[in-house]
């Protein structure tokens, strides 16, 4: 089971930590995986990490002001947000795959079989 937290009510030029808790699994062989979804918008990709060589990709608008960590010891999963913009305003939802997942499928939802529930991000402007 996934817990996602950290979303919140912030500024713009603000920052956020969203965190993505895993329960009752190791997670040496994962990959997870965080996109967000705006109102009457379809979910689109943010960033995602292997778990075991730390490989990470990110979607280009978040280059740079994103950062896609994991802690290993405590099976959670974060996401740096920095420099937040109004239009990153959205439901943001981890997931993971049971696996290593190729590089060029990470950005892909189809390829995470679990999902959490999603925390808000409301950026002001």
């Known amino acids: 089971q996934l817990q996602a937290s950290g979303g919140g009510l912030v500024q713009a030029g603000g920052s956020l930590r969203l965190s993505c808790a895993a329960s009752?699994?190791?997670?040496?062989?994962?990959?997870m995986g965080w996109f967000r979804q705006a109102p009457g918008k379809e979910r689109e990709f943010v960033a995602a990490?292997?778990?075991?060589?730390?490989?990470?990709r990110y979607a280009d608008s978040m280059k740079g002001r994103f950062t896609i960590s994991r802690d290993g010891a405590s099976n959670t999963g974060n996401l740096q947000m920095n420099s937040l913009k109004p239009e990153d305003t959205a439901v943001y939802y981890c997931?993971?795959?049971?696996?290593?997942?190729?590089?060029?499928?990470?950005?892909?939802?189809?390829?995470?079989?679990?999902w959490g529930q999603g925390t808000l991000v409301t950026v002001s402007s």
């Open positions: 990490i292997r778990w075991g060589d730390g490989a990470t």
């Open positions: 997931a993971t795959h049971s696996g290593n997942l190729i590089t060029g499928t990470m950005s892909r939802a189809l390829s995470y079989e679990d």
């Open positions: 009752g699994r190791p997670f040496s062989t994962y990959t």
